[in-house]
T-cell receptor, first 117, second 111 residues
Framework: GAVVSQHPSWVICKSGTSVKIECRSL??????MFWYRQFPKQSLMLMAT?????????EQGVEKDKFLINHASLTLSTLTVTSAHPEDSSFYIC?????????????FGNGTRLTVT | GQNIDQPTEMTATEGAIVQINCTYQ??????LFWYQQHAGEAPTFLSY????GLEEKGRFSSFLSRSKGYSYLLLKELQMKDSASYLC????????????FGTGTQLKVEL
């Protein structure tokens, strides 16, 4: 089945630094990837849609300058949390579909637990 | 905007049947997914409905009524390992068929 790999699985950083999270589709190509954020005991919140070769589409309320997304190839999207603050501490999960059809389920990476001290 | 609602928590007994409901209000509806998520892990795909009716897959079944904006996930012969969060997600046209997730239902299976 389709595999999405996310790295790192956890990271601790100091306030003010930047953190990059990688999301790779291992056995399929993904023109679109989705980045979600999840707070403890809450559901997944869509942050942005990453589009290969073009700008990401951000959801309302998500700061594009703070959460930089780059989708340089058909198998790799990156999310960079810039100038991280403690309130950015969260579980970040990326996902992708094998095909563009609406019935194609999203396959998720294992997530990245970010802690900003 | 979109509104997707689920009960926050449910408790059921091992071996029993449980139904988890999901109601939604959205435009550009393109299908509904159910996912299972264990604590600290990524969600895993359970089922997909786009037409009205029941889809059965082993111990899990999912139902959809588009006119009522309603879906449910039915879990039979509950096992302890079914204790998890169950997420209803609506797919909408445009934006790469993005998925918007409901609030999630935390299911606890007891002996």
């Amino acid at each position: 089945g389709a595999v999405v790999s996310q790295h790192p699985s956890w990271v601790i950083c100091k306030s003010g630094t930047s953190v990059k999270i990688e999301c790779r589709s291992l056995d399929f190509q993904a023109t679109t990837m989705f980045w979600y954020r999840q707070f403890p005991k809450q559901s997944l919140m869509l942050m942005a849609t990453s589009n290969e070769g073009s700008k990401a589409t951000y959801e309302q309320g998500v700061e594009k300058d703070k959460f930089l997304i780059n989708h340089a190839s058909l198998t790799l999207s990156t999310l960079t949390v810039t100038s991280a603050h403690p309130e950015d501490s969260s579980f970040y999960i990326c996902s992708a579909r094998e095909s563009t059809g609406a019935d194609s389920p999203l396959h998720f990476g294992n997530g990245t637990r970010l802690t900003v001290t | 905007g979109q509104n997707i609602d689920q009960p926050t928590e449910m408790t059921a007994t091992e071996g029993a049947i449980v139904q988890i409901n999901c109601t939604y209000q959205t435009s550009g509806f393109n299908g509904l997914f159910w996912y299972q998520q264990h604590a600290g892990e990524a969600p895993t795909f359970l089922s997909y409905n786009v037409l009205d009716g029941l889809e059965e897959k082993g111990r899990f079944s999912s139902f959809l009524s588009r006119s009522k904006g309603y879906s449910y996930l039915l879990l039979k012969e509950l096992q302890m390992k079914d204790s998890a969060s169950y997420l209803c997600a609506v797919s909408t046209t445009g934006g790469g068929n993005k998925l918007t997730f409901g609030t999630g239902t935390q299911l606890k299976v007891e002996l």
